[in-house]
């Protein structure tokens, strides 16, 4: 695999390829690190050690705080995952209510069993099994973020508004 400080957002074309658990890692948040409009992440719950991590949650934090037609986007079927055990996400939420947002899954799409992540209309990570370890992504592929996005999209609109990130804590 190619080193993390090649890979530019916009503009690395190499698909990237990986079963450990570390090089995701690695791989979401160089691509989170490098957004400068718009996050979109779909999984059936943000477990990765990442998604609790300083790198990710300063990534995205930048976002809304650069420019207020910026994004973040989630997409979670397992909520309660989300209110009780990711303290940073729900503190970003809560701090940038406005640019991010997070959706439960719609129910005619579960179970959802992959990870998506889109930034910027141009790079993503993909995982089409969450039970199997293989990921694909890439940091320059605006084809497959079309492809990627459009699913998304369509789930995001028939998709609700976690309230709860509300309630608990504005």
Same mark, same amino acid.
């Given at each position: 695999?190619?080193?993390?400080?090649?890979?530019?957002?916009?503009?690395?074309?190499?698909?990237?390829?990986?079963?450990?658990?570390?090089?995701?890692?690695?791989?979401?948040?160089? &691509?989170?690190?490098?957004?400068?409009?718009?996050?979109?992440?779909?999984?059936?719950?943000?477990? $990765?050690?990442?998604?609790?991590?300083?790198?990710?949650?300063?990534? &995205?934090? $930048?976002?809304?705080?650069? $420019?207020?037609?910026?994004?973040?986007?989630?997409?979670?079927?397992?909520?309660?995952?989300?209110?009780?055990?990711?303290?940073?996400?729900?503190?970003?939420?809560?701090?940038?209510?406005?640019?991010?947002?997070?959706?439960?899954?719609?129910?005619?799409?579960?179970?959802?069993?992959?990870?998506? &992540?889109?930034?910027?209309?141009?790079?993503?990570? $993909?995982?089409?099994?969450?039970?199997?370890?293989?990921?694909?992504?890439?940091?320059?592929?605006?084809?497959?973020?079309?492809?990627?996005?459009?699913?998304?999209?369509?789930?995001?609109?028939?998709?609700?508004?976690?309230?709860?990130?509300?309630?608990?804590?504005?």
């Amino acid at each position: 695999m190619t080193p993390p400080t090649q890979w530019v957002l916009g503009e690395s074309e190499e698909t990237l390829h990986t079963s450990d658990r570390g090089e995701v890692g690695v791989i979401i948040t160089a &691509l989170i690190a490098q957004a400068q409009h718009s996050v979109a992440l779909a999984a059936p719950r943000l477990d $990765h050690p990442i998604f609790g991590s300083e790198e990710v949650h300063d990534g &995205l934090s $930048h976002l809304p705080a650069a $420019h207020p037609r910026n994004t973040v986007r989630f997409l979670i079927e397992d909520n309660e995952f989300f209110l009780h055990k990711n303290s940073r996400l729900l503190s970003l939420c809560r701090r940038f209510s406005s640019y991010v947002k997070v959706h439960r899954i719609p129910a005619h799409e579960l179970p959802f069993t992959e990870l998506v &992540l889109v930034v910027d209309d141009s790079g993503y990570a $993909h995982q089409p099994a969450i039970d199997k370890p293989l990921v694909t992504a890439c940091f320059n592929d605006r084809a497959r973020c079309r492809l990627l996005l459009r699913r998304y999209n369509e789930m995001w609109e028939r998709s609700t508004a976690l309230a709860e990130i509300s309630a608990l804590g504005l």
